[in-house]
């Protein structure tokens, strides 16, 4: 059941609406805005909390929180009052640090690039790794095929469609979900679900 919550920090009242059973998971955007200075808050303002941004909406008695509605074609200039889509992602982002072992450093944000080969979403195998560069670490997504002996083939040189990383929520779940895991961590996906993962010591974790 869908349930708006109001409460008061530092003297300023916020609404914010999700399923009741997320209520508790809100609490670092609850934290995030109390970390905020009060003449810091305005209408517009984004409160960066995750994966996620949420953003104040004036209204009469405070404000709400609005954040990316990922049902949208572009959910970078749509936005929805209803919180439950973010709050469940971000818990199943963290639910796969949990089960990697891993623990997230550089946070890759909805806005964030991400390279996919062209074609990749209608291979049935896909691999992913999060690649480190000198300006800090991106996802690049590769269509994974086997050779008749049944070794792994992938394109030395693939050509990638660039789409932001909030894209992926509609177009591929799974892959939207592991996108905090560290650099140097290398997801295999099978038919659209996540199958596998590999850290950075070559460990496998499979999922499937």
Known sequence: MIRTVGCEINGIHYNYCCD?????MFEPVLKAIESLPAEKIEDGIRIEAGFSFFILSERENGYTLLTLDYDDIDPLTAFTEDLTDAIMLECKQALVLQTAGAFPTNVIRANDAVFVEKGAFDSEYIIMRRQPYDTGSRWEAAKLAFNENGGAEINDHPDYDIITACELVKKMYDMAI????????????KNGRLYEIINDRDELI???
């Open 20 to 24: 009741e059973n997320l209520v508790p």
């Open 206 to 208: 499979r999922l499937q």
């Open 178 to 189: 592991v996108l905090e895991l560290p650099e140097n961590y290398m997801v295999t996906f």
